[in-house]
């Protein structure tokens, strides 16, 4: 019997592709500085901010100074687009994913969420009109580990005392997700219905895994 689904965010839940993308590319325009200079320092960034050892700000320090252009305005003004940009992707939610987590919880369906995830992102998260439907949250800024590691799938497993069988993984397939929760014995599914092909999203579709078209169908799973 299936007792929980555990949830990515990103791509899953929420897409970047249905508004204004804020990423490296804009930051760079904004700061007045090449794409190439910009990411050459913003991307080995990257792991450091995903689990917590770096917030985005002090990311930004590091790329601004290195490219002595520096200033508390621009900081700032980078950091509130970034953060707006982010919170502007929980306005475009796919038509099914809140009476999916709905009907999840009313039928007694513990509902938890991995994601890997930034300072800003976490926070977004947590202000978000989603977060009151997870009975668990396990985001790799806040635990200092991420996906692929087994280990934040077994935190989330452990908080809710149930064994990997009794759950059901539904991510867009990035970071080796559906991967390492197939290999702990849950039951994987990619979420296709944000998936697009053609666009610079990382994620593509995998054919070893069942694909749900859009979120009621997780529903199904749990009837079965």
């Not at 700061?31 to 320092?41: C, H, V, Y």
């Not at 450091?48 to 002090?58: A, D, H, K, P, V």
């Not at 991967?179 to 994620?203: D, F, K």
Request: aromatic share 10%.
């Amino acid at each position: 019997m299936i007792r929980a689904v555990i949830f990515d965010m990103f791509e899953t839940l929420i897409t970047h592709y249905h508004s204004p993308l804020y990423f490296g590319t804009q930051m760079a325009e904004d700061a007045g500085i090449s794409e190439d200079k910009f990411q050459a320092l913003w991307r080995p960034t990257e792991h450091e901010r995903s689990i917590g050892e770096l917030t985005l700000e002090e990311a930004l320090e590091i790329v601004l100074r290195e490219n002595h252009c520096y200033s508390e305005i621009l900081i700032k003004k980078i950091v509130e687009k970034r953060i707006a940009a982010k919170e502007e992707c929980f306005r475009h939610l796919h038509s099914e994913i809140i009476p999916m987590l709905s009907t999840l919880k009313k039928k007694g369906v513990l509902v938890g969420l991995i994601s890997n995830c930034f300072s800003e992102e976490a926070d977004a998260i947590r202000r978000s009109e989603l977060f009151p439907y997870f009975d668990a949250v396990y985001l790799s800024y806040e635990q200092g580990i991420q996906k692929p590691e087994e280990e934040i799938f077994l935190r989330c497993m452990y908080g809710f005392s149930v064994k990997a069988q009794d759950c059901i993984y539904v991510g867009d397939g990035g970071s080796e997700e559906l991967e390492t929760a197939r290999n702990l014995g849950m039951e994987a599914v990619q979420a296709a219905w944000y998936l697009q092909e053609g666009i610079t999203q990382p994620s593509k579709r995998k054919h070893d895994f069942f694909q749900m078209e859009k979120p009621l169908e997780v529903l199904n799973y749990v009837d079965m």
